[in-house]
């Protein structure tokens, strides 16, 4: 597959596995021509947390207009496409399904062929996608390490070769992300916690708020169930220290219960530091022992400033270049879905009419 060389032709594709409706046009497996996302953030911030049901239906109200103005941006007709990828897992079933039913019609009513893709090899993917009008940049270099960190996954893969994947090591119990999003509700900051949490940690004056890591030995393995635990600890001891009840989470609408900006922003930083710290020591060792040549950053977490800085430090000192995408494209969105299905279209990869949601999907290997 090194050699294989990838032709201009125009893929469709279709992500719907959490709560992002994401539909992409895509040329020679890398350009965006466009890239349509609509989020539903805001839909699920007063639960404070994604409600599968919900989030089905929402797919349902947006995956038209979305497509309309994906074709409409890229400036072409589902004619003009050549053939459809969708993501058929890992992720919500109801979200899944709508993606999956609706990419599934327009190939058989258009009569193109489809190919499914795993969400996670998407964020792979990533990283090779250029936007409108610029300058086709290097690809990543095999064999390669890549993290992917998300709020649903985490994990370590070495690529020697396209759509070859060797699991390093992953998450034994929550998502960086996932962990992210709960001790930002903790420190009462808004949905979704993650970015808040980035935003807060920036803001920090005082950085000696220590939070426990878990190494877990030689393993490439990451743990943050218990990081959590002690984060809860740690915010309750703080809350006590300024008169605030204990044991309960303050509401982003509750000023007065909350802590004090200074508190949230030293915790927010220890609690962050504490996750960057495993990530990047993890990810360099594992570069070095494979002897990698280029380090891939990807998933929603990829945005947070602090992992992004610190693992480009650590692979430029090994001399190494870190490819992480812009921000948008860490987040979930079709473009990734396009880069990693023009991959398999080019192996000669199809999928029939059966596809089916697969929400516990494994990354495939070869």
Same mark, same amino acid.
């Given at each position: 597959?090194?050699?294989?060389?990838?032709?201009?032709?125009?893929?469709?594709?279709?992500?719907?596995?959490?709560?992002?409706?994401?539909?992409?046009?895509?040329?020679?497996?890398?350009?965006?021509?466009?890239?349509?996302?609509?989020?539903?953030?805001?839909?699920?911030?007063?639960?404070?947390?994604?409600?599968?049901?919900?989030?089905?239906?929402?797919?349902?109200?947006?995956?038209?207009?979305?497509?309309?103005?994906?074709?409409?941006?890229?400036?072409?007709?589902?004619?003009?496409?050549?053939?459809?990828?969708?993501?058929?897992?890992?992720?919500?079933?109801?979200?899944?399904?709508?993606?999956?039913?609706?990419?599934?019609?327009?190939?058989?009513?258009?009569?193109?062929?489809?190919?499914?893709?795993?969400?996670?090899?998407?964020?792979?993917?990533?990283?090779?996608?250029?936007?409108?009008?610029?300058?086709?940049?290097?690809?990543?270099?095999?064999?390669?390490?890549?993290?992917?960190?998300?709020?649903?996954?985490?994990?370590?893969?070495?690529?020697?070769?396209?759509?070859?994947?060797?699991?390093?090591?992953?998450?034994?119990?929550?998502?960086?992300?996932?962990?992210?999003?709960?001790?930002?509700?903790?420190?009462?900051?808004?949905?979704?916690?993650?970015?808040?949490?980035?935003?807060?940690?920036?803001?920090?004056?005082?950085?000696?708020?220590?939070?426990?890591?878990?190494?877990?030995?030689?393993?490439?393995?990451?743990?943050?169930?218990?990081?959590?635990?002690?984060?809860?600890?740690?915010?309750?001891?703080?809350? =006590? @220290? %300024?008169?605030?009840?204990?044991?309960?989470? *303050?509401?982003? /609408?509750? $000023?007065? +219960? !909350?802590?004090?900006?200074?508190?949230?922003?030293?915790?927010?930083?220890?609690?962050?530091?504490?996750?960057?710290?495993?990530?990047?020591?993890?990810?360099?060792?594992?570069?070095?022992?494979?002897?990698?040549?280029?380090?891939?950053?990807?998933?929603?977490?990829?945005?947070?400033?602090?992992?992004?800085?610190?693992?480009?430090?650590?692979?430029?000192?090994?001399?190494?270049?870190?490819?992480?995408?812009?921000?948008?494209?860490?987040?979930?969105?079709?473009?990734?879905?396009?880069?990693?299905?023009?991959?398999?279209?080019? =192996? @000669? %990869?199809?999928?029939?009419?059966?596809?089916? *949601?697969?929400? /516990?999907? $494994?990354? +495939? !290997?070869?």
């Amino acid at each position: 597959m090194t050699g294989t060389t990838m032709d201009e032709t125009i893929l469709l594709a279709v992500e719907s596995s959490c709560d992002e409706t994401g539909i992409a046009v895509i040329a020679g497996g890398r350009r965006i021509l466009s890239n349509v996302v609509a989020s539903q953030t805001a839909l699920h911030a007063a639960t404070g947390g994604i409600v599968p049901e919900v989030a089905a239906r929402a797919h349902l109200r947006w995956v038209v207009p979305v497509l309309d103005q994906a074709l409409a941006d890229a400036g072409i007709g589902l004619g003009d496409v050549e053939g459809i990828a969708v993501t058929h897992g890992p992720g919500l079933a109801g979200s899944l399904l709508v993606g999956i039913n609706f990419a599934k019609t327009l190939a058989w009513v258009h009569d193109k062929p489809l190919v499914g893709v795993n969400h996670l090899e998407g964020h792979l993917y990533a990283a090779w996608l250029t936007d409108p009008g610029d300058d086709e940049r290097a690809a990543p270099v095999f064999p390669l390490v890549a993290l992917i960190v998300s709020g649903g996954h985490t994990f370590l893969v070495e690529m020697r070769d396209h759509l070859t994947y060797r699991l390093l090591g992953q998450t034994v119990d929550d998502a960086a992300g996932e962990a992210f999003d709960k001790v930002g509700r903790l420190l009462g900051l808004p949905y979704p916690g993650g970015p808040e949490v980035s935003r807060a940690a920036g803001a920090a004056i005082r950085h000696d708020a220590a939070f426990p890591r878990a190494w877990l030995g030689d393993s490439y393995d990451f743990s943050f169930s218990g990081l959590k635990t002690a984060a809860r600890r740690t915010i309750d001891e703080a809350r =006590a @220290g %300024e008169g605030l009840p204990t044991g309960r989470v *303050a509401a982003a /609408s509750e $000023p007065d +219960a !909350r802590l004090s900006d200074g508190a949230v922003a030293e915790l927010s930083w220890g609690f962050q530091d504490a996750v960057v710290d495993v990530l990047v020591t993890k990810t360099i060792r594992a570069a070095e022992a494979t002897g990698a040549r280029s380090i891939v950053l990807g998933g929603g977490v990829a945005a947070n400033g602090a992992l992004r800085t610190r693992l480009a430090g650590e692979a430029e000192a090994l001399g190494l270049p870190l490819i992480v995408p812009r921000p948008a494209l860490c987040t979930d969105n079709g473009a990734m879905i396009g880069a990693a299905g023009a991959r398999r279209f080019a =192996a @000669g %990869e199809r999928s029939d009419l059966a596809l089916d *949601a697969s929400p /516990s999907l $494994p990354l +495939a !290997r070869r």
